[in-house]
Every structure is written in C-alpha cells, then in structure tokens.
C-alpha cells in the first residue's frame, strides 16, 4: 500500500470512528466528545473524563489506539484493521474499549 492509498485509509478510518461515536452521543447513549487534530481523534467520556486516542502512523502504516487498557496497533488485512499482537479487529476492540471506559454497552462498526 502506497503512502496515500494509506493516508486516505486512516482518514476515512478516523472519520468512520469519530461519526458513530457522535451519532452515539447525538442518541444519548454515551456521553462523549470527540475533536480531532490532524492524524489524531481524541474521544473524550465526560462522566469520568477518561480518554481514548486513535491516531494514523504512516511511516508504519498502522492505527495506534491508547486507552485505559493499553496501547495498540493495527495494521491493514484485506478489509480490517487487524491488531498486530492478537489479531482482534479495530472497530470490535474499540467498542470493547469505549464499552469499559463509558460504563454502557458501545458498539461501533
């Protein structure tokens, strides 16, 4: 994968987080506030003010997550976002994240 086919990846990535979790805000589910700064999506749960980080490494053509439960990385598969460690998809252990730091079910896809 070339440089910008990766760029543009991560961006439709970042933007694909950051609206189901607004939506999810928008229904009240969650209680979240999301702003972004180039690469970098911070998802903010007001109720405990915890966060959670996703960013685009190109260099390394993966996603990085920082959350309470750790920090990771993915790499593309195919479709997915794949967990270079476990193999656990992006969006499945994003919503197991979200899930744990907002204290209500999250489920983004």
Not at 59 to 69: D, F
Not at 84 to 106: I, N, Y
Request: glycine letters at 6%; proline letters at 1%.
């Amino acid at each position: 994968m070339s440089e910008s086919e990766f760029l543009a990846l991560a961006e439709a990535t970042l933007n694909q987080i950051e609206a189901a979790l607004d939506r999810l805000n928008d229904e009240d589910v969650l209680d979240v506030e999301c702003s972004r700064s180039g690469n970098v999506l911070e998802i903010e749960f007001i109720d405990n003010g915890t966060k959670i980080i996703v960013n685009s490494q190109a260099p390394m053509r993966e996603m990085w997550v920082a959350a309470r439960s750790g920090g990771f990385h993915y790499k593309r598969d195919g479709d997915e976002w794949v967990n270079t460690r476990d193999g656990s998809e992006l969006f499945a252990a994003l919503s197991s994240m979200a899930s744990e730091q907002a204290g209500a079910t999250v489920v983004l896809k």
